[in-house]
């Protein structure tokens, strides 16, 4: 069996949720401390924009100004993301790990694999769209990122639980070709959430449901055994020390 740490978080800032993978990707460096799955919420909107991203071209800053939502810099690549009613997750292993494949893509669904197989157990039409994404009914419910540093590889992505249309559509700005290429006539119709797919309520009950299940999935996909834990003291330091970074204008506006 291979040992891995489960971190359950409730919802937690912006600034520290990026802390906090950055403080785990660190601390599994080299395996100077074990793997690390965890999962968490954010205690309010907040929006994420890729590592190379020009915020300007993605954000709505005045509107996230008004509304008093942060706008944070990923440290892993790919697109503008609104986190509000979702669980996250992240995933992170040595680099090197032969419970991945090296090639970017494939790792990407080998990770991906899990959640989609959690996903099936409460809804119909589940698919990976290459290469970070899960539709259900062609639409989009999860995507997911990667940063690959300090020996490290870590992935983190998004599951939907519902969605505040009118911060999703005034927050960011949307690619209106890519949603024609889709044949989509709105942004919100490209996307889809637990509650927009089953029918029933997601209290809770259900959310903590959920996670169970999505543990399971990772241990039999991977062979862990998990450990209920949390970051060590000195991840905990780095974590302090970077959601200062996280925070700050000069690394998330200025690029």
């Not at 912006?14 to 601390?27: R, T």
């Not at 401390?33 to 993605?58: K, L, M």
């Not at 911060?167 to 509650?195: C, G, V, W």
């Not at 543990?215 to 330091?237: A, G, L, M, V």
Request: proline fraction near 4%; charged fraction near 25%.
């Amino acid at each position: 069996m291979n040992k891995f740490r489960l971190i359950v978080d409730p919802p937690l800032s912006g600034s520290i949720n990026m802390a906090k993978d950055h403080a785990i990707l660190h601390g599994v460096s080299h395996e100077k401390f074990p793997p690390a799955f965890r999962i968490y919420r954010w205690v309010e909107p907040t929006v994420t924009v890729g590592y190379s991203q020009n915020v300007n071209d993605t954000v709505n800053r005045d509107y996230c100004s008004r509304k008093k939502i942060p706008i944070i810099r990923r440290e892993s690549g790919g697109g503008t993301v609104l986190h509000n009613m979702e669980l996250t997750y992240s995933f992170t292993i040595p680099l090197h790990s032969a419970l991945i494949p090296q090639s970017v893509n494939e790792s990407f669904r080998e990770i991906i694999s899990p959640i989609i197989k959690t996903l099936e157990m409460f809804m119909d039409n589940v698919e990976y769209k290459s290469v970070n994404d899960i539709l259900v009914n062609k639409k989009k419910i999860s995507g997911s990122a990667q940063v690959r540093k300090y020996g490290s590889l870590q992935q983190h992505g998004t599951i939907i639980i519902d969605m505040d249309d009118e911060i999703f559509t005034s927050a960011i700005f949307h690619d209106e070709n890519k949603l024609k290429d889709r044949e989509f006539p709105s942004p919100r119709q490209s996307l889809t959430s637990m509650k927009d797919e089953i029918d029933k309520d997601i209290d809770e009950k259900f959310i903590e449901g959920f996670i169970t299940s999505m543990i399971s999935r990772f241990s039999e996909k991977f062979n862990i055994d998990f450990i209920n834990s949390d970051i060590s003291e000195s991840e905990n330091s780095i974590m302090e020390a970077y959601s200062k970074k996280f925070s700050s204008d000069e690394w998330n506006l200025k690029r």
